[in-house]
């Protein structure tokens, strides 16, 4: 029987899981594990790997990329810290943020900004290059409104740009770009 069943698995596909991504990887051994523990209720152990995916899917995005730019000799806005960049300006920043702008990570993104500010103490413009903002929901309105507030009140500016339609509507809409 253990012949049999070890012709099942495969453990390059397991090694593939993981060489695309650890949670990929963790999750497809915990299924296996989940399976072999549950076992003959195999339907528990593919949950047990469904729940397992669920949860890391939702905290990656809780805590997306967010990038501080730099000009390079090109003009063109990349990654500062990964080329060794300056920052635009001492009144200027610029940040890029690659993900959906929903509940789970308004907090990360309100914090991002809010870190800048109080490091730059001679800022007047926070660029918020939003090309990676695919969506953003009501909770993320609403922290933008208390960041621009705040902002506003040490004259400092919020600017978005590159923003995509589907984004730039929902500002539009919730009076938020005046």
């Keep these: 029987i253990v012949l049999a069943v070890a012709n099942l698995i495969d453990f390059s596909s397991l ?13 497809a051994a915990l299924t296996f594990v989940a399976t072999l523990a549950f076992a003959p209720n195999i339907q528990n152990g593919i949950l047990t790997g469904i729940i ?31 080329n060794r960049l300056p920052v635009l300006h001492e009144k200027i920043a610029a940040l890029r943020f690659d993900a ?16 800048i500010e109080r490091e730059n103490p001679k800022l007047k413009c926070i660029v918020v290059v939003a090309s990676g903002i695919n969506q953003i929901d009501a909770s993320a309105v ?10 506003h009140e040490c004259g400092i500016t919020l ?9 730039l509507d929902v500002v539009k809409r919730t009076g938020l770009a005046t």
């Design 15 to 27: 090694r593939r899981a993981w060489q695309a991504g650890r949670d990929d990887g963790i999750a």
């Design 52 to 82: 397992f995916s669920l949860g890391a899917f939702i905290y990656r995005r809780m805590l997306p990329r967010i990038v501080l730019l730099g000009r390079n000799v090109d003009g063109v806005l990349v990654d500062a810290a990964h």
């Design 100 to 115: 959906t702008l929903f509940f789970a990570n308004a907090s990360f993104f309100e914090d991002a900004i809010l870190k």
């Design 142 to 151: 609403e922290m933008l409104r208390r960041v621009v507030r705040r902002l």
């Design 159 to 167: 600017a978005l740009s590159s923003t995509k339609r589907q984004v």
